[in-house]
């Protein structure tokens, strides 16, 4: 079965980083956009950064832009999320989904694998 794995989460204080990572069980990334969504506690899910098969990157959150950046790992077959200069309103659980598109969407309908999620905790 087709399957999307993310990793990298945890807990980690204001103003550091984490990289998270998406990987593909069954299926390839390549031929895939991925993007990035979140979901705080008792908020919508809302998409943050996406990548498309062709290695264009969109920016979905204005609250991210210049933190957080989206890159292919060829080597490691993943799709990775750099998120740096966390804050408390960073917290949520983030999700890796794929979408067989060429371009960036913000549409949770146009991405039909969804991994399940990991958690990122911004505390001091």
């Known amino acids: 079965q087709r399957q999307l794995v993310e990793s990298g989460g945890g807990l980690v204080q204001p103003g550091g980083s984490l990289r998270l990572s998406c990987a593909a069980s069954g299926f390839t990334l390549d031929y895939y956009t991925i993007g990035w969504f979140r979901q705080a506690p008792g908020k919508e899910r809302e998409g943050v950064m996406c990548?498309?098969?062709?290695?264009?990157?969109?920016n979905f959150a204005d609250s991210v832009r210049g933190r957080f950046t989206i890159s292919r790992d060829n080597a490691e077959k993943t799709v990775n999320l750099q998120l740096n200069s966390l804050n408390a309103e960073d917290t949520a659980v983030y999700y890796c989904?794929?979408?067989?598109?060429?371009?960036?969407?913000?549409?949770?309908?146009?991405?039909?694998?969804w991994g399940q999620g990991t958690r990122v905790t911004v505390s001091s």
């Open positions: 990548i498309n098969r062709d290695g264009a990157t969109t």
């Open positions: 989904a794929a979408a067989p598109l060429n371009v960036c969407s913000e549409s949770n309908t146009a991405y039909i694998y």
